[in-house]
């Protein structure tokens, strides 16, 4: 067995670069934060989504304070959660892109208005609707606690992965083995 590189974290500039070299190797999947209402809309691609709690139903998001996102957030105390499919990985790339603004990013896709305002993006695997529960500030971001107001599955289960600096499709009817490497237990496939 190869051994690993080791890299001590120093008070240099390098730390940051450091860390998100060594988070890069945790997939995840990817997600579309959305927030605001009306014409005033944003959003933002993330694979900082996590489950909280099934009783009662409370999901986690970590967004960085700097993101058009996290005002809108904190405004409207609600928020959307769009669970992307392998075939939107497009989608994912256009809600990064630094150049495109607020409403800029929906041109040309598929949305809708939820029950409370937010924005959902068609074609996900899931969307939920979530309110505000708390934001806890630490250090460049805000960790968004998320009660469900509503949620919608798609019927597919086709998902988007996001690893190693670049998008993997992963389809359960072909790719078993991607799914194996990646540690996503399918307890009733294997």
Same mark, same amino acid.
Not at 24 to 32: D, K, P, Q, W
Not at 164 to 183: H, K, M, R, T
């Given at each position: 067995? @190869?051994? !690993?590189?080791? *890299?001590?974290?120093?008070?240099?500039?390098?730390?940051?670069?450091?860390? %998100? &070299?060594?988070?890069?190797?945790?997939?995840?999947?990817?997600?579309?934060?959305? @927030?605001?209402?009306?014409?005033?809309?944003?959003?933002?691609?993330?694979?900082? $989504?996590?489950?909280?709690? @099934?009783?009662?139903?409370? /999901?986690?998001?970590?967004?960085?304070?700097?993101?058009?996102? +996290?005002?809108?957030?904190?405004?409207?105390?609600? =928020?959307?959660?769009?669970?992307?499919?392998?075939?939107? *990985?497009?989608?994912?790339? %256009? +809600?990064?892109?630094?150049?495109?603004?607020?409403?800029?990013? =929906?041109?040309?896709?598929?949305? =809708?208005?939820?029950?409370?305002?937010?924005?959902? /993006?068609?074609?996900?695997?899931?969307?939920?609707?979530?309110?505000?529960?708390?934001?806890?500030?630490? *250090?460049?971001?805000?960790?968004?606690?998320?009660? $469900? $107001? &509503? =949620?919608?599955? !798609?019927? %597919?289960?086709?998902?988007?992965?996001?690893?190693?600096?670049?998008?993997?499709?992963?389809?359960?009817?072909?790719?078993?083995?991607?799914? @194996?490497?990646?540690?996503?237990?399918?307890? *009733?496939?294997?």
């Amino acid at each position: 067995m @190869a051994k !690993a590189d080791v *890299h001590l974290v120093d008070e240099t500039n390098e730390v940051e670069q450091q860390f %998100r &070299s060594v988070m890069r190797r945790l997939a995840g999947g990817v997600s579309i934060i959305t @927030a605001g209402q009306g014409n005033d809309i944003t959003g933002m691609t993330v694979t900082s $989504l996590t489950s909280l709690s @099934a009783s009662p139903p409370r /999901l986690l998001v970590s967004i960085n304070r700097q993101a058009s996102s +996290f005002p809108l957030i904190d405004r409207y105390r609600v =928020f959307g959660v769009n669970i992307l499919g392998s075939d939107q *990985h497009e989608i994912a790339g %256009r +809600f990064s892109n630094g150049r495109l603004k607020g409403s800029q990013r =929906f041109e040309g896709i598929d949305w =809708f208005p939820g029950s409370s305002g937010v924005p959902l /993006l068609g074609h996900s695997l899931a969307t939920i609707e979530c309110q505000v529960e708390e934001i806890i500030e630490r *250090h460049s971001h805000g960790i968004v606690v998320g009660s $469900l $107001l &509503s =949620f919608e599955l !798609a019927p %597919r289960l086709s998902g988007l992965v996001y690893w190693n600096g670049q998008y993997i499709e992963i389809d359960p009817d072909n790719d078993l083995d991607l799914l @194996a490497e990646v540690s996503i237990p399918l307890p *009733h496939v294997r």
